[in-house]
């Protein structure tokens, strides 16, 4: 499937997608917040092949949401701010994948650190402090 | 590049990701949020081949993101419930788009319906409501 590049495209849903739409973008953020560092962590915990692995790493790097750093003669990933900084939609995506896909036995989780317990579900939140539910929220495309 | 399928998969993100980790997904429900209703509507905004957005609606109406109502002569595709449920997901990516993508400037946003303003940046909030950073989470996988 081609994809339309939408890199500088007013929305920034799309501008976001286009950076972290592939599948496994996500994937490997969400083994970096679990502490897995290494190429070969990344490939065991993934099941994905090396060249794929290689290109989705390569790109990451490029696209500033993971940093290389060597350590004696290995290569380790870390997350920059910015991949840092995508930690809500891996959490929000958590939370609907538990809500609305099988199995609803619990997998990886994200926890707070302090207490080891699930977090709170994440609220959408008004300017004003008023908590909405999905009929308080609209969505304006651009030009419209 | 092949999808290895993680249905069934004990991590909530994967198996979110194995529903709506295609790029044209998260674009056609933000559209269905905006209002978008019609196959030619969702084409022209999104600028996709027929053939390649006939097998994406036809497959999220399967995977239940999706209902199809039949107005008329044609088919109008509505949100579920389910399809309704990832509006954090769009709110969290959206959010991290605007901050971390150019342009700056504002385009498809998600907004408030009683005050047209823009939503409070989403926040990480433990059981016991403390608002958590980056660092107060810790990511568990399966099995660790």
Redo the contacts between chains.
């Keep these: 499937?081609k994809?339309?590049c939408l890199?500088?495209?007013?929305?920034?849903?799309?501008?976001?997608?286009?950076?972290?739409?592939?599948?496994?973008t996500?994937?490997i953020i969400?083994?970096a917040?679990?502490?897995v560092t290494r190429f070969g962590d990344f490939q065991k915990?993934?099941?994905?092949a090396k060249n794929?692995l290689a290109t989705r790493l390569k790109d990451m790097v490029e696209q500033g949401l993971l940093q290389t750093r060597e350590v004696g003669a290995r290569s380790e990933y870390q997350l920059t701010d910015?991949g840092?900084?995508?930690?809500?939609?891996?959490?929000?995506?958590?939370?609907?994948?538990?809500?609305?896909?099988?199995?609803e036995?619990?997998?990886?989780?994200?926890?707070?650190?302090?207490?080891?317990?699930?977090?709170?579900k994440?609220?959408?939140?008004?300017?004003?402090?008023?908590v909405?539910g999905?009929?308080?929220?609209?969505?304006?495309?651009?030009g419209?």
Tied chains: 1, 2.
């Design positions: 499937m994809r339309k890199e500088g495209d007013g929305c920034p849903v799309a501008r976001a997608l286009d950076v972290v739409g592939d599948w496994w996500l994937l969400r083994d917040f679990a502490g915990h993934l099941g994905v794929i910015k840092r900084a995508l930690m809500p939609v891996l959490v929000t995506l958590a939370q609907w994948g538990q809500a609305y896909t099988e199995p036995e619990v997998g990886a989780q994200v926890l707070d650190a302090r207490s080891l317990k699930p977090l709170r994440v609220e959408i939140v008004a300017e004003d402090g008023r909405l999905i009929g308080d929220i609209v969505t304006q495309m651009p419209a």
